[in-house]
């Protein structure tokens, strides 16, 4: 396995800076300058990950600061044409995420416009004889700045940098995906989208769960220019390897980037503080997914029924069906205590309302169940 050119940068946060301080002396450290363009009206696109609209502490979204400090460092660079680009998962709002996640008040103080995909027209990629469809902003993007957070995925284990694109493709895309078992479609748009860095934030993300709820104290943003560098370290960090997380080894085949080597050498620390630390895998997720048939459920669907889950006390009472496959295809022979979640399984004789239902819905529609008994 090769070195890569540039190694990921991780700075340690140890609260005697601002975050956006912080961001800024991570971006000085990093030689980001070397790689802008060099036109400074060229469109530099920003793209957190506002999946869900809930405030950065609680794990799940990227703090606005660490966006604050890339726009700071670029307008002292005179890149002015910045725009923050984003669109949650399906069934989320994103304008509702920009105005609770702080980045309605974060538009009007530096004076970035906000892009919400969902509202974005799309068009159709072709890549080898593997289609995606893309927003159509992506067209216009002069340098992609990636901010995700280093999180759990209640689906993939791990989300990073590569899957923080799928907010660049339209809901009907984000569903498709799904169908498509998301890994091999998550792999083929960073083969279509490049990214030309990644600002990690590891503040405090939830290493369990994509939705947050559950923040973990990292303390650390983390720069890279390699999708696949980052992830595959990232992925390491909450105790996964590359093969936990198929998308990851994926997109190394289909060249979009170099695996991590586990070599130390590969990770410059500032304000070193030794290791990123170990922190849980999530053990109740696997306990859990025995009692799921899913099939083709989108992101936020399986979040709250997951969510829901673990907020019951007698999970095991049930067996639950998830998924578009269960709209017109066939039904598991044995549905006895079986329960549909979502408007896809309304064939089932006990059935979840909503697209998605929320996870309180979920918990109160079995709570229901088990007092009927
Ligand atoms: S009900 Fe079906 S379409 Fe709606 S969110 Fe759930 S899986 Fe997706």
Redesign the pocket.
């Known amino acids: 396995m090769s070195r890569p050119e540039r190694p990921i940068i991780s700075i340690y946060h140890d609260g005697s800076r601002s975050l956006e301080e912080l961001t800024e002396q991570l971006l000085e450290t990093s030689g980001l300058e070397e790689i802008l363009p060099s036109n400074r009206e060229s469109l530099i696109a920003i793209k957190p990950n506002l999946v869900v609209a809930r405030p950065a502490y609680e794990g799940g979204t990227t703090h606005p600061e660490i966006v604050a400090g890339i726009i700071r460092y670029l307008a002292r660079r005179d890149y002015r044409n910045i725009m923050i680009v984003e669109g949650s998962w399906?069934?989320d709002s994103t304008s509702q995420a920009f105005r609770v996640c702080g980045y309605e008040k974060l538009s009007k103080e530096y004076t970035v416009p906000l892009f919400d995909t969902q509202k974005d027209s799309s068009f159709t990629q072709d890549v080898d004889g593997y289609s995606v469809s893309l927003c159509s902003i992506t067209e216009s993007i002069d340098f992609l700045i990636n901010v995700p957070l280093l999180k759990g995925h209640c689906q993939t284990r791990y989300t990073g940098a590569l899957k923080n694109l799928k907010g660049l493709i339209p809901d009907s895309e984000k569903?498709r995906f799904?169908s498509r078992g998301l890994h091999e479609p998550i792999a083929r748009l960073n083969q279509m989208l490049h990214q030309d860095c990644i600002v990690m934030d590891a503040i405090c993300p939830d290493p369990t769960f994509e939705e947050g709820g559950d923040p973990s104290d990292m303390n650390r943003i983390l720069f890279a220019t390699d999708s696949v560098l980052i992830d595959s370290y990232g992925a390491s960090v909450i105790g996964y390897t590359d093969e936990d997380i198929p998308y990851i080894g994926r997109s190394e085949e289909l060249h979009v980037g170099s695996l991590w080597d586990g070599s130390r050498d590969s990770v410059l620390e500032i304000n070193d503080h030794g290791e990123a630390g170990n922190y849980r895998q999530d053990e109740r997720l696997s306990e859990l997914e025995t009692l799921i048939d899913e099939k083709?459920?989108?992101s936020?669907?399986?979040a709250?029924l997951i969510s829901a889950l673990r907020q019951i006390e007698e999970p095991e009472a049930h067996r639950y069906a998830?998924?578009?496959f269960?709209?017109t295809g066939q039904l598991p022979a044995d549905r006895s205590n079986m329960v549909g979640?979502?408007?896809?399984?309304q064939r089932f004789s006990t059935s979840v309302a909503?697209?998605?239902?929320s996870s309180q819905d979920i918990v109160e529609f079995l709570k229901q169940l088990s007092r009927k008994g």
């Open positions: 399906v069934g569903r799904h083709e459920a989108c936020s669907c399986y709250a998830i998924g578009r269960f709209r979640i979502g408007v896809c399984t909503g697209c998605p239902p």
